[in-house]
């Protein structure tokens, strides 16, 4: 039905007067989208059902990517996309009048994560597939996903989001293969007939997970994987005391994506979510291999177990418990299988974030998996004991159980074959800081694995125009092999080249500012520059320091009427946690900011300030292709790796950023003169942190541009925010500014003038951005998968097999 526009057009037609009961001018977009869909998964279906019996039936190894988000985004475009009938379905809708890009846009974003590291398990899938490497993504199916921001007043308020509203065209529910998934209860022990000790979880309280699979297509291949997304129902319990209170908190189980935790009820939802996640996935992986009539020990030659940073680390004692209690193999044949089957991905250094569970939830909900944490710990203790005798303190500070706390980071590096961290950086600082004590246990454990970001959803589908300069140019294997853009750098002395490459950034700031002026009614000069920061809104990654510039060049051109830089349009886009009370603060700042400088007739054709409400992944592909400076610019050794600014350089925007995270690799790919670099290096952050020195208030007393900014938050000069920035103000005076936004002001200054004297050049500026781009390739997610499947999952293509069958 897809092999030309006519068959198309046919199939289609008939298909939406048979589904939707409506003649073709009767049928609503919402109509046109769903049918469009179902015909998708159903052409979809054939290389789907093809994939799973290749691999049920061959012996190649599987690889399980367990993560607690998937934030996918929009599914259509990247279908169509990947199985190459996007002329037919765009030239066959265009022929009924539809455009298939308003079709597409019908689609709600599957935002079942928060940021980076959700997405980065959507660009994961998309490369597994796309390498016919046979991966199978386990996420839970939330109802809601991410929180749809509204911006009010300038303030963030959070509603709802309802992805699954009208229905979701991708997804197949397989209830057959739903699984029990036990809670609470208690465990029995007694010596069964060969005086085996042996264990039961009795009067446990069963939630059921059924699975819903969804497609996940590789590019110009056969080879369909599967992302399965675990919802939770009540099970049949013959019994329960108060059967509307079981409802309720077995649907809240995938009810929202990170349920706030700051009380101990959200808490132990959380958990619960995490072994829900962990039970069902193994289940289901343990059925698949068992299938296969295979020793139970050699599971590890056939199935690799990915966690996703720490939260489904519960798959250790889960596998654990399953060979212990129903295998029945030995505590030590257990857990080396374990070690070997299961590898982790750590994503952050920031203490805050490293997950810790107290005991007093964790062993009444998780009775039998408790146990088996605990006998863990004391192991893993006993063996520290015996490298490091008498070395208390060291032992207490590598415990996975102390003080009364569950430390899930120290269980993911110890009962894993594989501890990788995100970048370069990053993985040193692991090895060398935070978690240098483990790494001299197992030197051999850890290993680096610089992010990645799928090539095709974020140069080739959402910026058509730069992906067919570039095949114009140096024709199209670089769309299977990205390193190949590196053929690029030979047009950077080519004029026509360059003029076209600004002609495609032209549109696309065209378009993007078609979208700001109606979003928030701002009217933006094309001719500014198009200066982006988005990203989640978090302190460490400084949006005030942008905001604080901002101010600087408001104020310096209010004093100094012949200080007037290249105009620029500063593009925000962040959401807040919805309990993160500094972060909303920022995001109020901004907006009001935005609100004085864009009404100001003296200086708002040199400044504009946008903030893009509910930042999320159908409009991040909107903004990327307009954008010309990508601001990294978060404290050194703070932001493990980044994401955005890989899509950023991709997309031929210039990055000004301190050397942190895979910034740092942008670094080196590019050189110093196609990058702004600014502020200080991790070395000296980390000096500052540990041996002080560092005073604020200084920068305060001494730079009278900071001074002046500072005043401002709190002396009533925005009107009507009397006592709103305080927060903002003792956080970095009383405080003593804890992510040095003060201390890298004035380079962070320096460095931007730098930037609005570049772009005066824009030739130049045009050869930096084919430099980015052509050395963007490095950064596909293809690259960072092969690595894992290499290195750490030992997995190999399975696409020969997929054809011959
Ligand atoms: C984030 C880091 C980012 C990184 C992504 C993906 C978490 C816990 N960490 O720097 O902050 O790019 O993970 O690895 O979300």
Same mark, same amino acid.
């Given at each position: 039905?897809?092999?030309?526009?006519?068959?198309?057009?046919?199939?289609?037609?008939?298909?939406?007067?048979?589904?939707?009961?409506?003649?073709?001018?009767?049928?609503?977009?919402?109509? %046109?989208?769903?049918?469009?869909?179902?015909?998708?998964?159903?052409?979809?279906?054939?290389?789907?059902?093809?994939?799973?019996?290749?691999?049920?039936?061959?012996?190649?190894?599987?690889?399980?990517?367990?993560?607690?988000?998937?934030?996918?985004?929009?599914?259509?475009?990247?279908?169509?996309?990947?199985?190459?009938?996007?002329?037919?379905?765009?030239?066959?809708?265009?022929?009924?009048?539809?455009?298939?890009?308003?079709?597409e846009?019908?689609?709600?974003?599957?935002?079942?994560?928060?940021?980076?590291?959700?997405?980065?398990?959507?660009?994961?899938?998309d490369?597994?597939?796309?390498?016919?490497?046979?991966?199978?993504?386990?996420?839970?199916?939330?109802?809601?996903?991410l929180?749809?921001?509204?911006?009010?007043?300038?303030?963030?308020?959070?509603?709802?989001?309802?992805?699954?509203?009208?229905? %979701?065209?991708?997804?197949?529910?397989?209830?057959?293969?739903a699984?029990?998934?036990?809670?609470?209860?208690?465990?029995?022990? !007694? !010596?069964d007939?060969?005086?085996?000790?042996?264990?039961?979880?009795?009067?446990?309280?069963?939630?059921?997970?059924?699975?819903?699979?969804?497609?996940?297509?590789?590019?110009?291949?056969?080879?369909?994987?599967?992302?399965?997304?675990?919802?939770?129902?009540?099970?049949?319990?013959?019994?329960?005391?108060?059967?509307?209170? !079981?409802?309720r908190?077995?649907?809240?189980?995938?009810?929202?994506?990170?349920?706030?935790?700051?009380?101990?009820?959200?808490?132990?939802?959380?958990?619960? %979510?995490?072994?829900?996640?962990?039970?069902?996935?193994?289940?289901?992986?343990?059925?698949?291999?068992?299938?296969?009539?295979?020793?139970?020990?050699?599971?590890?030659?056939?199935?690799?177990?990915?966690?996703?940073?720490?939260?489904?680390?519960?798959?250790?004692?889960?596998?654990?418990?399953?060979l212990?209690?129903?295998?029945?193999?030995?505590?030590?044949?257990?857990?080396?299988?374990?070690?070997?089957?299961?590898?982790?991905?750590?994503?952050?250094?920031?203490?805050?974030?490293?997950?810790?569970?107290?005991?007093?939830?964790?062993?009444?909900?998780?009775?039998?998996?408790?146990?088996?944490?605990?006998?863990?710990?004391?192991?893993?203790?006993k063996?520290?004991?015996?490298?490091?005798?008498?070395?208390?303190?060291?032992?207490?500070d590598?415990?996975?159980?102390?003080?009364?706390?569950?430390?899930?980071?120290?269980?993911?590096?110890?009962?894993?074959?594989?501890?990788?961290?995100?970048?370069?950086?990053?993985?040193?600082?692991?090895?060398?800081?935070?978690?240098?004590?483990?790494?001299?246990?197992?030197?051999?454990?850890?290993?680096?694995?610089?992010?990645?970001?799928?090539?095709?959803?974020w140069?080739?589908?959402?910026?058509?125009?730069?992906?067919?300069?570039?095949?114009?140019?140096?024709?199209?294997?670089?769309?299977?092999?990205?390193?190949r853009?590196?053929?690029?750098e030979?047009?950077?002395?080519?004029?026509?080249?360059?003029?076209?490459?600004?002609?495609?950034?032209?549109?696309?700031?065209?378009?993007?500012?078609?979208?700001?002026?109606?979003?928030?009614?701002?009217?933006?000069?094309?001719?500014?520059?198009?200066?982006?920061?988005?990203k989640?809104?978090?302190?460490?990654?400084?949006?005030?320091?942008?905001?604080?510039?901002?101010?600087?060049?408001?104020?310096?051109?209010?004093?100094?009427?012949?200080?007037?830089?290249?105009?620029?349009?500063?593009?925000?886009?962040?959401?807040?946690?919805p309990?993160?009370?500094?972060?909303?603060?920022?995001?109020?700042?901004?907006?009001?900011?935005?609100?004085?400088?864009?009404?100001?007739?003296?200086?708002?054709?040199?400044?504009?300030?946008?903030?893009?409400e509910?930042?999320?992944?159908?409009?991040?592909e909107?903004?990327?292709?307009?954008a010309?400076?990508?601001?990294?610019?978060?404290?050194?050794?703070?932001?493990?790796?980044?994401?955005?600014?890989?899509?950023?350089?991709?997309?031929?925007?210039?990055?000004?950023?301190?050397?942190?995270?895979?910034?740092v690799?942008?670094?080196?790919?590019v050189?110093?003169?196609?990058?702004?670099?600014f502020?200080?290096?991790?070395?000296?952050?980390?000096?500052? %942190?540990?041996?002080?020195?560092?005073?604020?208030?200084?920068?305060?007393?001494?730079?009278?541009?900071?001074?002046?900014?500072?005043?401002?938050?709190?002396?009533?000069?925005?009107?009507?925010?009397?006592?709103?920035?305080?927060?903002?103000?003792?956080?970095?005076?009383?405080?003593?500014?804890?992510y040095?936004?003060?201390?890298?002001?004035?380079?962070?200054?320096?460095t931007?003038?730098?930037?609005?004297?570049?772009?005066?050049?824009?030739?130049?500026?045009?050869?930096?951005?084919?430099?980015?781009?052509?050395?963007?390739?490095f950064?596909?997610?293809?690259?960072?998968?092969?690595?894992y499947?290499?290195?750490?999952?030992?997995?190999?293509?399975?696409?020969?097999?997929?054809?011959?069958?």
């Amino acid at each position: 039905m897809f092999d030309n526009k006519e068959l198309f057009k046919k199939a289609f037609l008939s298909k939406l007067e048979m589904s939707v009961g409506k003649s073709f001018e009767e049928t609503s977009p919402q109509d %046109q989208y769903h049918v469009l869909g179902n015909m998708i998964r159903e052409y979809i279906s054939t290389n789907w059902i093809k994939t799973n019996q290749v691999y049920r039936s061959t012996e190649t190894k599987q690889v399980y990517y367990l993560s607690i988000e998937f934030l996918l985004g929009r599914i259509m475009g990247s279908n169509i996309l990947n199985l190459g009938i996007h002329d037919v379905v765009e030239e066959g809708l265009a022929d009924l009048g539809i455009s298939l890009e308003e079709l597409e846009s019908n689609e709600p974003d599957s935002a079942l994560g928060n940021g980076g590291l959700g997405r980065l398990a959507a660009c994961f899938m998309d490369s597994l597939a796309s390498l016919d490497l046979p991966g199978h993504g386990c996420g839970i199916r939330y109802k809601h996903g991410l929180f749809e921001q509204k911006v009010i007043n300038g303030v963030q308020v959070e509603y709802p989001e309802l992805w699954l509203q009208n229905g %979701q065209v991708w997804e197949v529910r397989k209830s057959d293969l739903a699984v029990e998934v036990p809670f609470w209860g208690r465990v029995e022990s !007694y !010596y069964d007939e060969n005086g085996r000790l042996t264990f039961k979880h009795r009067d446990a309280e069963p939630i059921l997970a059924v699975p819903y699979d969804i497609p996940v297509v590789g590019y110009q291949t056969e080879t369909v994987n599967t992302l399965r997304l675990w919802n939770a129902e009540p099970a049949n319990v013959p019994y329960h005391d108060d059967i509307m209170r !079981y409802k309720r908190e077995t649907e809240m189980v995938s009810e929202f994506l990170y349920p706030d935790d700051a009380e101990d009820s959200g808490k132990i939802l959380r958990l619960k %979510q995490q072994y829900f996640l962990v039970r069902a996935s193994l289940h289901a992986i343990l059925n698949s291999f068992r299938n296969k009539q295979k020793d139970i020990r050699e599971l590890p030659n056939y199935v690799s177990i990915h966690i996703n940073d720490t939260h489904p680390v519960l798959a250790i004692p889960e596998l654990m418990r399953i060979l212990l209690d129903e295998e029945m193999l030995s505590w030590e044949e257990a857990w080396d299988i374990t070690v070997q089957t299961v590898s982790y991905t750590n994503h952050t250094t920031l203490s805050e974030a490293l997950e810790k569970w107290p005991v007093r939830l964790f062993q009444p909900l998780l009775p039998r998996i408790y146990m088996i944490v605990q006998e863990i710990n004391e192991r893993f203790c006993k063996e520290l004991w015996d490298m490091y005798p008498d070395q208390w303190q060291r032992i207490e500070d590598m415990a996975i159980i102390a003080h009364d706390q569950v430390k899930m980071a120290h269980l993911a590096i110890v009962g894993t074959h594989s501890t990788n961290g995100v970048a370069h950086l990053h993985t040193e600082i692991l090895k060398k800081r935070e978690m240098n004590n483990f790494y001299q246990v197992f030197p051999e454990r850890f290993n680096n694995k610089t992010n990645g970001i799928t090539h095709r959803r974020w140069l080739m589908k959402s910026n058509p125009a730069l992906s067919d300069l570039i095949t114009d140019s140096i024709g199209d294997k670089w769309k299977v092999e990205p390193p190949r853009l590196k053929e690029l750098e030979q047009f950077k002395q080519d004029a026509a080249f360059l003029e076209q490459l600004e002609k495609v950034k032209h549109e696309n700031k065209v378009k993007l500012a078609e979208r700001i002026f109606e979003q928030n009614q701002i009217k933006v000069n094309l001719d500014s520059i198009f200066d982006v920061q988005v990203k989640r809104l978090h302190a460490y990654k400084r949006q005030l320091l942008n905001v604080l510039h901002i101010m600087y060049l408001y104020n310096r051109m209010k004093e100094e009427p012949n200080f007037r830089p290249h105009p620029r349009t500063f593009i925000f886009g962040a959401k807040a946690s919805p309990g993160y009370y500094y972060a909303k603060k920022i995001i109020k700042l901004i907006n009001t900011v935005a609100e004085r400088v864009n009404n100001d007739k003296t200086t708002n054709d040199y400044l504009k300030v946008v903030f893009l409400e509910n930042y999320r992944v159908s409009l991040a592909e909107e903004i990327f292709p307009a954008a010309e400076v990508s601001e990294q610019i978060s404290t050194a050794s703070k932001e493990a790796s980044g994401t955005g600014n890989m899509k950023f350089m991709m997309n031929g925007a210039l990055t000004i950023g301190t050397m942190d995270g895979a910034n740092v690799e942008i670094y080196e790919r590019v050189g110093k003169d196609n990058i702004f670099i600014f502020g200080m290096t991790s070395e000296e952050v980390m000096n500052y %942190q540990a041996n002080g020195g560092y005073h604020s208030s200084e920068y305060y007393m001494l730079d009278r541009r900071i001074h002046e900014a500072l005043n401002q938050l709190v002396n009533g000069f925005f009107p009507n925010t009397n006592g709103m920035f305080d927060v903002i103000y003792d956080s970095l005076l009383i405080e003593n500014d804890q992510y040095f936004v003060l201390r890298d002001f004035d380079s962070y200054v320096k460095t931007q003038e730098m930037v609005s004297n570049a772009y005066k050049d824009k030739k130049w500026w045009n050869q930096s951005s084919v430099v980015n781009i052509a050395n963007s390739g490095f950064f596909s997610s293809d690259r960072t998968i092969s690595e894992y499947a290499n290195d750490i999952w030992h997995v190999k293509p399975a696409k020969s097999l997929i054809i011959n069958s």
